[in-house]
């Protein structure tokens, strides 16, 4: 993760230096909003999705207002099947964590694109709140030994009923969202953001950075090993969206 880091900070410091040098001709817009999906190395195949909304302050620079809704996991979660059902669970896992991260930032413009053609880079800095939704996670489990009845509920290492070999998969999605716990925090996120589409009034592309999430606690999410309440990560985000 540090590797990356620094060949991110060193785009940013090398890709700045031309940025006002830049005599290619660019195309003229004002605000852009853009959507995309996130992979990150605290996430799933999907880590979450990502809105942004930004304007410009002048040739260079833009305003930005950020939202990501992410599915952090712990860096220990593996996923098992059930011996008896071949469903899939994360043994030991007792939380979900949803992180929902609200930014505002700066867009630097380092290089512009000609209408319909060439790469805009940006160098992306945001910072911001950050909510973390910490819902139960439930599993299946079967009753007095039995695999023909079964029980969801939270999964506790403390009760001999949640041994591994006695459970049987997962709950239903979203079950017992209603008893999550509310966790404070703030995040703060370095990215190069690159625009890649060939039409004036839409935006495709990708950005890839690192950010961190922190809480003032720790976030329990598997009870039996280390849990943290800092979050640092690598992503790729793949965008797309409208400029007037």
């Known amino acids: 993760m540090k590797q ?33 999906i996130n992979k ?21 620079m833009l305003e930005t207002y950020g939202l990501e809704i992410m599915n952090v996991k712990h860096p220990q979660e593996v996923r098992h099947n059930s011996i008896y059902t071949g469903n899939f669970f994360i043994y030991g896992k007792s939380n979900y964590l949803y992180a929902l991260r609200f930014q505002y930032g700066r867009d630097l413009i380092l290089f512009s694109k000609a209408p319909q053609q060439g790469v805009e880079i940006k160098a992306v800095f945001a910072a911001g709140p ?19 009845a ?49 039409l004036k009034s839409q935006v495709t592309g990708f950005e890839i ?3 961190v999430d922190s809480y003032f606690k720790k976030v329990e999410i598997m009870p039996s090993t280390e849990n943290k309440a800092i979050f640092p990560t690598v992503f790729l985000t793949m965008f797309y969206g409208n400029r007037k």
């Open 209 to 211: 950075g690192v950010l």
């Open 4 to 36: 990356v880091f620094y060949l991110v900070l060193a785009g940013l410091v090398s890709g700045a230096l031309p940025a006002f040098t830049q005599t290619q001709d660019s195309y003229e817009y004002n605000s852009e909003f853009t959507w995309g």
């Open 150 to 198: 079964s029980r969801r509920e939270q999964y506790d290492p403390n009760n001999p009923d949640h041994a591994y070999s006695n459970i049987l998969g997962t709950g239903n999605l979203f079950e017992g969202i209603g008893d999550s716990k509310i966790q404070l925090g703030a995040n703060l996120k370095a990215a190069l953001n690159f625009e890649l589409g060939f």
């Open 130 to 148: 950050s909510l973390g939704i910490v819902a139960p996670y439930y599993i299946e489990r079967a009753v007095d030994n039995s695999i023909w």
């Open 40 to 60: 990150n190395s605290a996430g799933g195949f999907i880590g979450g999705l990502v809105f942004k909304k930004a304007r410009k302050l002048n040739s260079n």
